[in-house]
């Protein structure tokens, strides 16, 4: 059947989905939950429609500036760096934060040619000189790339004459930010260096 | 966000996702697959419209009878019980079975109160009656409630006057049918008893 076929495919194209889950979601759906295939269906439709990047964080926002960028009671002088919305999501989560955001387009990857320029770079430099700017605190994932990021957006910015903390290390070293616990992020936010 | 919250809701409602890999698909493909998110719609979409059940075996068809009941080649006299169209998808292909099917609406279930009526025994047995059928397999899950229908369904068919078969025990007991491997099942359906 060949919209079973093409359903199970797009299925397949989520994060963490195999051929065999793929299946039986599409089997799923169609057999025990039409209603919630049409609630999938509206959900990604909204959210393609309404959820656009903030133009001044470059984080997830329906409107052309997001809730934090236009919350005028944060400290001005803090701007953290980090590698994706799922990211900033769970900084905001931690409770331990009161700053603004920039928002990266991922981590830098030489292997794969990939350089500050290609995540936003010098969005990141113009936002962090447009005044006001006390501490720019680079939360990028303590991986291999998130290092490699950190110091090359760090090198750039001590150079324009600003100052730059990192998280403290008790993030466990080798994990994505994402996947942090709260408790551990909100004592690496605190003792950052 | 609200659109970005309610997308994540939908895709909880799959099987298998929790909150967190369902925050994890929607930051996916918001940021990263828009295309995939789109390709999704339009699979959800097509499917929703096309895939039907077919009026002879109840599984799926994308036409009011199926191509497996359409197909002129198999034996009229083999009809094969399954609870669910994946069932039914994975004993054809298995490749060993040349028969035709009947798609439960599930098992019984004593305990909720699912009795054989609920999951479609009467047209079952109206279709086994219809003529030609010399062998009814019974090929339910060899879970307690799959045998439960077994044994349900196999008293009203051979109340009949109808050949009752079981799929041979070869299938690993507690197994769901769907994600037994392929050559168990050939076994199972050539010892069937
Ligand atoms: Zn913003
Ligand atoms: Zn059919």
């Known amino acids: 059947m060949a919209a079973l076929d093409q359903l199970v495919e797009a299925l397949r194209r989520l994060p963490g989905v195999g051929p065999k889950s793929a299946q039986r979601m599409a089997y799923h759906l169609l057999q025990h939950d039409r209603a919630g295939a049409q609630q999938l269906i509206a959900g990604l439709t909204e959210a393609l429609a309404r959820v656009q990047t903030c133009t001044r964080c470059h984080g997830f926002s329906e409107a052309p500036v997001c809730a934090v960028c236009s919350d005028g009671t944060r400290d001005l002088g803090l701007l953290a760096v980090v590698e994706s919305p799922a990211d900033q999501a769970v900084l905001e989560r931690s409770g331990s ?20 320029k290609d995540i936003g770079g010098e969005a990141l430099i113009a936002r962090a000189l447009d005044g006001g700017v ?6 990028t994932s303590f991986t291999a790339e998130g290092e490699a990021t950190a110091y090359l957006l760090g090198e750039a910015l001590k150079s324009r004459g600003l100052s730059v903390t990192r ?4 993030v466990p070293v080798g994990s994505e930010l994402e996947f942090v616990d709260l408790g551990t992020l909100a004592h690496a936010l605190a003792d950052r260096r």
């Open 167 to 170: 998280l403290a290390r008790g």
């Open 134 to 139: 006390r501490e720019v605190i680079l939360a």
């Open 97 to 116: 934060y009161r700053g603004y955001y920039f928002v990266l387009g991922g981590r830098v990857s030489p292997l794969d040619g990939r350089g500050p």
